[in-house]
């Protein structure tokens, strides 16, 4: 019978005849034998081609095969050969020495050693199979743990394990980029107690999620934000027992924003052509009210003489009033035409120290009162514009900066004018109040035409309309940060004169 795969069997025997019948017995089994008379023979040729099974004779001349056996034990890489001892002695001790040394069984000498011989290489065999399997099983576990832990390793999300309690049983690179935490900081406290200080943010931005993700806003360990889609799933180990669970946090912060960004940006653009409209539509019917109202006025002044009845006078005042109402609407129809366009008649490149100049002079009557204005003024180059209407953008926004501070209290509050070059290489230029802030509510409308905070009749809300108008116009943007409490800051990015 010959064995299921063929071996190479390295033989270690003096005995010539011996030798011959082992080899015998081998060869019929289909393996590939190598005879040796001595075990430094021997050891030079397992040297020069590894064997997978060894017979060894424990008498040998010189060098015996117990020492043989420690010889090659001393290699790790010969940990899984097999090594039957050959041996004349059977007491106890004799054995324990032969398996000290490494051998792997042991044949004592009898008159049907060879029948028990074929019989052994048969278990043998099977031995030397189920090392091989074993050898394979535990290289395609170190494989796969070491891809594992590179993928682990390498994966952009954050990655937390944690145990039925919820604790944190491990977490990956990429969690410690994202919200600031070591691992040693983490690992064993509760996950909730670790990233659910923030808000779980529900509505807008959990509508596009999956069933399966929640949209969350995580407090990193500095204190900042971060919009996170977080997945969890359940880990069981082979018995299907729940062993804990795994959470993944993609951080969409950017995304958000953009998307944000672009729906502000859609809304701007259908409010834009809704008002082009409305002020087209007005501004007819209200160029003949005023032109009525204005010959009704000087008609009266004729009619009344140099000394009016208190009748004719009261009169009059009515079309005094309505001529000043008419006058309001007559700006805000200006104002929802600007809006429309945004700043579409660019001229060249400007600069933008000398437009802030020119506005803070103009506005200088509203901030002094209220504030004292820094100026914070960094290198920048000129931008593309058209001045008169960057000149409105950045009033816009000084107005309103001073309009958030209450009047006569000026020492204890600062409006700061900033410009500098930011990282993505555009011009940048904030404003800064020291206020009361926007509330996330407000914020998130404070772009829109008409939206106003101020009593009826005082504010028409175009202002910030009329800003992002003229800066989307320019391919810059425009960004509000607030922290209720803290102020405001409106930044314009603009984007560098070519
Ligand atoms: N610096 C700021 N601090 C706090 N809130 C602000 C600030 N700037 C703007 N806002 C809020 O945004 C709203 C809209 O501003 P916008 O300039 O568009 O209109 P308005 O100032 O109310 O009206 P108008 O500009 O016609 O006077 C304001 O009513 C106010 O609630
Ligand atoms: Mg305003």
Redesign the pocket.
Known sequence: MTAAHPLRVLVVKDDKTSSTLTRRVLEARGHEVTVCETAEHALEAHERRPHALMIVDWQLPEMDGVEFCRQIRRQPTNADIVILMMTGRAATEDLTTILEAGASDFLAKSPDQLAHLSTRIAVLERTVAERGRRRQAETALAVSKAEFETIYRSIPDAVVFTDTNNRIVRVNPAFTGMFGYQSAEVVGRALGEVTTRGRVLHGRFDEAADPGTQSASIQTKAGAEVLAELTQTDVRDSDGRLSGHLTIYRDVTHRKMLEARLQVADRMASMGTLAAGVAHEINNPLTFIMGNLNFLGSELRDIAGPEPSPRMSELHQTVHEALEGSERVRRIVRQLKTFARGGDEVVGPVDVHEILEKTLTLAKNNIRHRAQLVRDYGEIPRVVSDPTKLGQVFL?LL???A??LPLGRAPDHLIRVTTALSDDGRVMVSVS?S????PPD?AAK?FDPF????PVG????????ICHGIVTQLQGEIRLESEPGRG?T?TVLLPVAA
């Open positions: 816009n107005v309103n900066a309009e958030a109040d206020g009361s802030g926007v407000v404070i939206y106003t905070t101020k005082e504010g028409t809300g175009l202002g910030l309309a405001a409106f």
